[in-house]
């Protein structure tokens, strides 16, 4: 399987500004997921990250608030825009390999607004 | 929409006892079911996967069970070990580019 890392591990923002978390895989990967997990909480899909396209969003999460980047098989950025106290939680990024239905998880990062 | 029902949310069991989490779908086109564990503050981990053409799986302690006609599928732990306490979450996907839908997630908690 491919190991994902993430950064930052955890931080603390102040509402109003923006957080922005990296995920890198260190094989090529067809498909990279955001999720959200809320404490105690189980996983919420945020988007799919297309490589040279925009991200497909689930219903809830618009690109404004959670803009999204792939630029290769390999990155993925999730950016949680004008923080509020409820987007506190835990992001993790997934990925998916080609010919593959097994998905595997970053270390997640902690995002805790005040 | 597509659904995974997961039951029950806490169990709590006996160190050597068998713990069985049980998970509804709602797709019948679902096709692949994989298990995570994820314990306090760690991500979730794949523990076991089964696809819709195989109605068991087993790997040492840790069996899956899959009845498709029903669209259930279990997780059976057994000689249940304190290690084993986390949250144990299932998912269902129809495999390739779809999502994959998880569960409510159980907390196990063995006790000593």
């Known amino acids: 399987s491919a190991v994902i890392s993430q950064k930052p591990s955890r931080d603390i923002c102040q509402r109003g500004t923006s957080l922005t978390i990296q995920c890198q895989v260190d094989s090529q990967v067809t498909m990279m997921f955001w999720y959200r997990q809320q404490p105690g909480q189980s996983l919420t899909l945020i988007a799919t990250?297309?490589?040279?396209?925009?991200?497909?969003?689930e219903s809830g999460f618009v690109i404004d608030k959670f803009p999204i980047s792939r630029p290769n098989l390999t990155f993925s950025t999730l950016t949680v825009s004008n923080l509020s106290p409820e987007d506190s939680s835990i992001y993790l990024c997934?990925?998916?390999?080609?010919?593959?239905?097994?998905?595997?998880f970053g270390p997640g990062t902690r995002l805790t607004v005040l | 929409g597509e659904n995974v029902e997961q039951h029950p949310s806490t169990l709590s069991v006996q160190e050597g006892d068998s713990a069985v989490i049980k998970c509804t779908y709602s797709?019948?086109?679902?096709?692949?079911f994989p298990w995570y564990k994820q314990e306090l503050g760690k991500r979730p981990q794949l523990i076991i996967d089964?696809?819709?053409?195989?109605g068991e799986k087993k790997d040492q302690r840790i069996a899956v069970t899959l009845n498709k006609t029903a669209k259930h599928f279990s997780l059976h732990i057994t000689e249940t070990q304190p290690e084993d306490s986390a949250v144990y979450f299932c998912?269902?996907?129809?495999?390739?580019?779809?999502?994959?839908?998880f569960g409510a997630g159980t907390r196990l908690f063995v006790k000593a």
């Open positions: 089964i696809r819709s053409n195989v």
């Open positions: 998912a269902a996907s129809k495999g390739g580019g779809f999502k994959t839908i």
């Open positions: 990250a297309n490589q040279g396209s925009e991200a497909t969003y």
């Open positions: 797709d019948s086109a679902s096709n692949y």
């Open positions: 997934s990925d998916k390999t080609g010919g593959t239905d097994t998905q595997y």
